[in-house]
Every structure is written in structure tokens, then in C-alpha cells.
């Protein structure tokens, strides 16, 4: 992470159905991981869960608002072995374009203190912001640059091979 870049660290726990034969999280699993993350730190919550600073997208198609994902890639550094304590998801804004951002995740090992985080996994998507109506993209509004702004960094660099 650099200098001056603020993140969001979301807690998720794993369930034993997100692993596979290999005794590890499967990459399916992965994704919802990802998607667990993303609603919890940029969707309204509509009862008293506790929320972040950057959930200011109305929840669910009723509020006129769809988020799809236009491009996903994970790059996956360990396997992520099952464990009770959560996860720790970090989240940033790569880019915030007109109707798209990119959402930015690196997956840690839990935060215990005892010993360093493994780093897991990196991901990165690109989502559009869609009016449920017409289905056709929306500009990014006022709120959500003003709450997301402060996440803005660098994207992942991923490692490719030649």
C-alpha cells in the first residue's frame, strides 16, 4: 500500500461449504467472498448492521440503481485454508470514471497480531453503475464520489507471466 492511501478492511468469515476437495477455498467461493465484501462496504444496509463510511449506494433494484460487474480478475498468491476467524478483505478505489469504478481487493490471512498476514489474493472489477428502469449506465452521483474519493489508489499490478 502507498504512502496516503486509506482502505477498508472487511471482516468475512469463511463457511465450510467454500471449500473444495482440495481442502481449500475454491475459486468460485472466491468470488462471492469478493462480492460479500463489495456489498458490505458500498451498499446501504437497510436494518441496524453497522455501516461504512462508503455504503451510500441505494440497496436492491427498487431504489433505480443495478451494479453490474463489467470485468473481474484474480490473481491468487496462496490457497486460503479454511480457519474460523474472518478474513481480513481490503478494499480501495482504483478509478472512479463516469458511470464505472474499479474496485480493488487484496485478500489477507486474519487479523490476529501473532504473526504476519499472508496475503491470499488480489482482485480487481470493473462496475457499472446501470438505472434499473432502461437499463442503461448512470453517472457515478455527488454522494458517491465524495465518499469514495478518500479510497482512491494505485490499481493492482498484477504479476504476468512472459
Known sequence: ????ESRLH????LR????????HV???????????????AFWEADDAEP???????PAGAAAGVLT??????????????????????????????????EVCYEVF????????QTLYARSSAVVVTVDATTG??????ERMREAWEPYLGQPIAYARRR
Open 136 to 141: 442503461r449506465p448512470m453517472r457515478l452521483t
Open 51 to 57: 455501516q461504512y463510511p462508503t455504503a451510500v449506494v
Open 16 to 23: 465450510w461449504g467454500d471449500l473444495d476437495a482440495f481442502n
Open 68 to 101: 453490474l460487474i463489467a470485468r473481474q480478475e484474480i490473481e491468487y498468491l496462496h490457497p486460503v485454508p479454511y480457519q474460523r476467524a474472518p478474513l481480513d478483505v481490503q478494499l480501495w478505489f482504483g478509478s472512479l470514471g463516469g458511470s464505472s469504478m
Open 26 to 40: 475454491n475459486n468460485t467461493s472466491m468470488l462471492k467472498l469478493l462480492e460479500e465484501a463489495r456489498v458490505r
Open 10 to 13: 472487511i471482516p468475512i468469515h
Open 109 to 116: 490471512s486474519p487479523l490476529t497480531g501473532e504473526r504476519p
Open 1 to 4: 500500500m502507498a504512502e496516503g
